[in-house]
Each structure stands twice: as structure tokens, then as C-alpha cells.
């Protein structure tokens, strides 16, 4: 295993220890997730709304020019619900003819911002949408990396500011016959690994 190895693994690790620490916050918190929805106690529901600010203070301490960019910010929504829509269909459609199983969208879009006690009615909409774009977005990157490790699995030559989870398994830029012999065996074991996955979610 080289050094680039030893890196993208040691940041998958520190991934599962970051996901360790969130859950072990959950509990400092006291709130608990039942089938996908956040449940508090009426004590730190009450806690929660002491900090509640009025949507009218809201939007006056935002200022004009804020208010001036919402129909910007809120324009992209248009394109992203396309690029969701797309990628979707995309994936169902020829993730099956490659042998790849599917990117489960419910991982990476969450919504759930909108049960804190502490925002008001524009925090929790402003937090759905971010929420929502910054899920399809994660989601659209999940499924463009599956793709990518199927069809070109080869590292950049050049170092790359954020790679995703599958740049690990792919072919050292320049090994032409590492690339020839490995890349059939290497999206079997995409396929294999993949299924091991949710195989594993399902127990």
C-alpha cells in the first residue's frame, strides 16, 4: 500500500470516528431517531423555544441586502430539482445494466432541520433547502462515483482538493497495464462490495 493508500484510508477511518462522536452527542443532547424522525423530550422542547426568535426580528436583523439575494438563492432550486430528477432516472435506468447497485437517495438527503424548537418558520424552510441541495448534491457525488470507479477508474496526476470514497480502488495514473488487467476484477468488486453494503444495512 503506497502513501496516497495510506492517506484515503486513514480518512475513511477518521470518517467513522467522526459518525462515533456524532452519535455519542445525540445522547448529550437527549434526543433519539425513531424510522427516520428526531423525537426530544418535552423538557428540551421547552428549552429549545426559550431561544425561538420571531420571524419578524428575523428578517429585520437580516438587512436589505439579504433579503435582496432570496430570489437568487432560491432560483437554483429550479436546476437542482432537474439535476435530481436526471440523476435519478439516470441511475435505475443503467446501474443495472452495469451491475452496479443503486445509490439509496434517503442517505444522503436529509431533512430534518425543521424539528428544532429554536428556529422559526423562515430558519426551518431556509434549513430544508439547504438540507435538500446540499443532500442532492452529496447524492448526485455518490452516484457520479460509482460511475466514475465502473468507467475510469484512474487517479489524476494532479492532487485533487477533495476526492470521494471509491478514489482509493482506483489505478495509479500512468499504470497502463495495472488499468488493462485490473479494471474487469475491479467492478466486480465494486459490484460485490456495494451489495455487501446494503446487505449489511438490511441486517
Known amino acids: 500500500m503506497n502513501r496516497v493508500n495510506e492517506l484515503l484510508l486513514k480518512i475513511e477511518q477518521l470518517e467513522a470516528e467522526l459518525e462515533t462522536e456524532l452519535r455519542a452527542k445525540r445522547e448529550d443532547l437527549e434526543y433519539t431517531i425513531r424510522k427516520h424522525k428526531v423525537r426530544f423530550s418535552q423538557e428540551i422542547k421547552e428549552k429549545q423555544h426559550e431561544f425561538l426568535k420571531k420571524w419578524l426580528d428575523y428578517v429585520y436583523d437580516s438587512g436589505p441586502l439579504i433579503i435582496l439575494t432570496i430570489p437568487i438563492i432560491w432560483g437554483a432550486i429550479i436546476p437542482c430539482l432537474i439535476l435530481d430528477l436526471v440523476v435519478t432516472l439516470y441511475q435505475y435506468i443503467c446501474f443495472p445494466i452495469y451491475g452496479i447497485p443503486f445509490a439509496r437517495r434517503r442517505d444522503y438527503v436529509i431533512?430534518?432541520?425543521?424539528?428544532l424548537g429554536y428556529l422559526n418558520w423562515i430558519e426551518k424552510l431556509n434549513c430544508m433547502y439547504c438540507g435538500y441541495f446540499n443532500g442532492v448534491i452529496a447524492y448526485i457525488r455518490e452516484v457520479a462515483a460509482r460511475t466514475e470507479q465502473y468507467w475510469c477508474?484512474?487517479?489524476?496526476?494532479?492532487?485533487?482538493?477533495?476526492?470521494?470514497?471509491?478514489?482509493?480502488?482506483?489505478?495509479?495514473?500512468?499504470?497502463?497495464?495495472?488499468?488493462?488487467e485490473g479494471l474487469e476484477p475491479a467492478r466486480e468488486e465494486l459490484a460485490r462490495k456495494l451489495r455487501e453494503e446494503v446487505?449489511?444495512?438490511?441486517k
Not at 431533512?111 to 424539528?115: A, E, G, V
Not at 484512474?154 to 497502463?176: L, T
Not at 446487505?199 to 438490511?202: D, V
Request: charged share 30%; glycine share 8%; net charge positive.
Open 199 to 202: 446487505l449489511n444495512r438490511k
Open 153 to 180: 477508474p484512474v487517479r489524476h496526476a494532479r492532487p485533487v482538493k477533495s476526492v470521494h470514497g471509491h478514489y482509493r480502488q482506483f489505478f495509479e495514473y500512468g499504470d497502463a497495464k495495472g488499468y488493462r
Open 111 to 115: 431533512i430534518d432541520r425543521q424539528n
